[in-house]
């Protein structure tokens, strides 16, 4: 009730409200560059915060709140720092549980988690700011990040711009999906990455179903509809088939397909598909692949190698001419830089990404760091470019929070303040091991640090109950952990709910 | 795992099938007429369910899927009749809570209950189907319904036409909500009768409460952003207003609001405004009202006597000629007849509805009843027409479920089988009391029967315990009860989820 009483206070007139308040106030908009403009001016010219000053607390503005930001966020003492989040979304996506989303396994807001949970300053300290916004540049001479509001959702308000001064970047703004230029995809196809796009998957999967169910629609048209396509074989990609297949198979009644396939001798693989341009599950050792693609094939999953040409809007063309036709179209073939991060003028590491040294700074300019998906070390480093997973993206943010607050500690937090600083030790990325599950039950866990080392590796359903577990104690909130064993607590007593909402 | 055991006999070829699934499948597809066209004609010309054999099951068609035909379809009895219902969505809404998850005090699909939980064997029975349409038209003569599928969220698929012929015919599509004639209502104001409605609502509040916190925003612009209006002080407004206050004042952090107004002594009141026509819970005891009243102005819930003339993107215009800028606008001014009703030539009841007789019959034509929203007792009758209420719809589904299996029990469950047949007790309505939440732990309970009546009236933290108990025991399925206990178990303990998905 805190801010209730606030409101009562600010509801009497200004000058009579407690000096405390009347400082938190003050100190929040000390940084608002033109709070004391007319409004006309305030929009014509770009405002927002400016630098900080020597006696200030100082700035850590973070583009991007995915497992790096967000983990990065966690870590920063905001006693030390104001932290800025810059990001398209208000919260972070705990990314490995999101094909289990989809087909309502677990509730999309299960595996949303909202910054401020993860960072409670960024709501309630002054002079610590989540933007909706897209960062659209970096203009690292000033210590300026340049932004644009994100408006999509109200028709009244048009994107408008503004800076930000920071004292230390960081660059946690991940990377994009992958179309390899193909046409359509765009278009067409369906990633899953955001919570978004499973919401999508799940309207369209739903809708599909039932109406393949209603009289009038030709027997072709309805194996189109029923047809799911998932191209690229990676963890998300056969997780998700896995899911699948077990919600056709358990909570999708048996009626739909006997009626809908009156003549055909129809089969549970003609409903799956799983495109693959090369191996399946290529980080795994050779006995979990065996294991996966005898496990998914049984659950009714076709696995067939093709690369894809082009994208129309009810089948794919494949290089060898032959046409697949599909209802659902997931695309999941792996991730590469976003338009941002190509249009910095920064080094880059092999593969476009923005290039770090090994304290994950971006050397040829000062304050400025990168973590997660959008960074890669330097060839000049001699390390090689981290993969794109999670593990990564959250070991990185760990490690940077550290070093920024032992930045600030010893005197370096403002702008420039860091120049010739002892770092400490430099990053070290430890594997800790590949999991991804294959369908009800059934899980392949991988201890190994790399293909080539020794280590444990298993499959089946101790795999599996290992996966559970672990995704359940990494699952960033008690309030996410909690949902996430109730949603799959009712899964298993219930089945999944097919309400198209 | 019996429909995997289905589709591995499918598989094989159709010869080789069990007697019993070659008969499930038989009766199945009898009754789609053009089983056997090719699909090109399919298309060409509507199909659908032709009319019932005297030795098979008579089938009954529900159109909608609200309370009055979800009720009606769990009573009826499946070995008596085949079901069929045709509704643009394949859930029931559990309407008396749908404001609350609007700023996630309960989440969306607590409060959707899937048909084939209500009525299991709508997906399961061979001639019992759940078709995704909208009815367009009812041919009497001909005992056939016209429909046109949803195809909303597929852009290779165009609506289709098809018929089912019908033994009884059930017309429980619900009314729409009034908008007065009032240009830009459907434009610019969101409904509250749908999930969709509510995550609309969601979504549009979230994202106005962020963009009010990103630099570069004039100060009117803030406020309009801010400025939540409801026009209409019916239950639903009024615990709409309710929850939204709560929410603002627990859960959104004071930053945003302190932030987002620097230069002005800032009211809850400026941002929550309730816009009434006339009274304020109409329906309710004077006492309550006034309680309702004193509970709402102070939890910062503004009410405001006007008429709107006109609805612009950015702002209302009263009667009076002011202008109220909104950011938010939510249209609960009740509910009329919907176009399909007003195209059906049957005879209407005051207010437009479908007309029926004491036995929920539309007396006119042979096997045509009309329960819930959409109908109301002729003329006639001598009775009058009743409340659009989600009680009123339960009970009359109730009551026609057990009237139909009588019908069918006694022998005229058939098309034009029931011409003279004694019905015996007809429908009865007995008002159990309002109930509405004004926020927190407070709510109003009124079990007279009517505003003259005596009885019991409360308001309270006893009303709200009343209120949370009796809907809780109301909603239809285990699994929805049991989420609904721990959404608000969970928001009670960690408050409500903030992240916009």
Redesign the interface.
């Known amino acids: 009730?805190?801010?209730?009483r606030?409101?009562i206070k600010?509801?009497?007139?200004?000058k009579s409200k407690t000096p405390i308040t009347k400082n938190?106030?003050q100190a929040?908009?000390s940084h608002?560059?033109?709070?004391n403009q007319p409004?006309?001016s305030?929009?014509a010219q770009?405002?927002?915060?400016g630098p900080t000053k020597p006696h200030d607390k100082p700035r850590v503005v973070v583009l991007g709140s995915g497992w790096a930001g967000c983990r990065l966020m966690k870590g920063l003492d905001p006693k030390l720092y104001d932290i800025v989040c810059v990001s398209p979304?208000?919260?972070m996506v705990f990314t490995p549980l999101l094909a289990s989303t989809c087909v309502g396994t677990l509730?999309?807001?299960s595996v949303?988690?909202?910054i401020?949970r993860i960072q409670p300053s960024i709501?309630?300290a002054?002079g610590s700011?989540?933007?909706?916004?897209n960062s659209t540049a970096v203009d690292t001479e000033n210590h300026e990040v340049h932004c644009e509001?994100v408006?999509d959702?109200?028709?009244?308000?048009d994107p408008?711009?503004?800076k930000i001064s920071y004292d230390k970047l960081v660059i946690a703004s991940g990377a994009q999906a992958s179309t390899f230029g193909i046409h359509g995809v765009k278009e067409h196809a369906i990633f899953l990455r955001e919570?978004?796009h499973a919401?999508e998957i799940r309207?369209?999967l739903?809708?599909?179903l039932?109406?393949s169910?209603?009289?009038?629609?030709?027997?072709?048209?309805k194996r189109r509809?029923l047809h799911c396509v998932v191209v690229g074989g990676g963890p998300t990609g056969v997780e998700f088939s896995g899911e699948l297949s077990d919600f056709i198979?358990r909570d999708v009644?048996?009626?739909?397909?006997?009626?809908g396939?009156?003549n055909s001798?129809?089969?549970?693989e003609d409903l799956l598909e799983i495109l693959l341009a090369n191996e399946i599950l290529s980080s795994f050792d050779d006995r979990l692949r065996r294991y996966a693609i005898k496990h998914l094939t049984k659950s009714?999953v076709r696995l067939v190698r093709g690369i894809v040409k082009d994208v129309k809007?009810?089948n794919l063309v494949l290089t060898d001419g032959s046409e697949v036709p599909y209802g659902l179209l997931v695309w999941s073939t792996g991730v590469g830089p976003s338009p941002f991060v190509n249009s910095l003028g920064l080094p880059k590491s092999p593969g476009g990404r923005i290039g770090v040294d090994e304290w994950l700074r971006v050397p040829t300019v000062q304050d400025v760091f990168s973590i997660g998906d959008c960074s890669g070390f330097l060839e000049s480093t001699g390390k090689p470019v981290l993969p794109a997973l999670a593990q990564v993206a959250e070991r990185q943010g760990k490690y940077l929070a550290k070093l920024l607050n032992k930045i600030c500690k010893d005197g370096g937090g403002h702008a420039n303040g860091a120049k010739d600083m002892n770092l400490g030790d430099p990053f070290e990325y430890k594997h800790l091991g590949s999991m991804a599950t294959v369908g009800r039950f059934k899980a392949l866990v991988d201890l190994r640090q790399s293909k080539e080392a020794k280590g444990i590796s298993l499959a089946g359903f101790v795999s599996w109950f290992i996966w559970r577990s672990a995704y359940l104690t990494r699952v960033v909130?008690?309030?996410n952990r909690?949902?996430v064993a109730?949603n799959w607590l009712?899964t298993f007593?219930?089945g999944r709910?097919?309400?198209?909402?």
Chains 1, 2 share one sequence.
């Open positions: 009730m805190f801010w209730y606030n409101l600010l509801s009497t007139p200004i938190l106030l929040s908009l608002f560059s033109t709070a409004p006309a305030a929009q770009p405002s927002g915060l979304r208000n919260h509730e999309f807001r949303a988690e909202p401020a709501s309630s002054p700011y989540f933007f909706l916004a509001t408006t959702g109200t028709d009244t308000l408008w711009k503004f919570v978004h919401q309207r369209k739903l809708l599909n039932m109406l169910d209603v009289p009038g629609l030709p027997e072709e048209e509809l198979r009644h048996e009626r739909t397909l006997i009626a396939f009156p001798a129809w089969k549970l009714g809007p009810e909130s008690w309030r909690f949902y109730i009712t007593v219930f709910d097919i309400s198209r909402i």
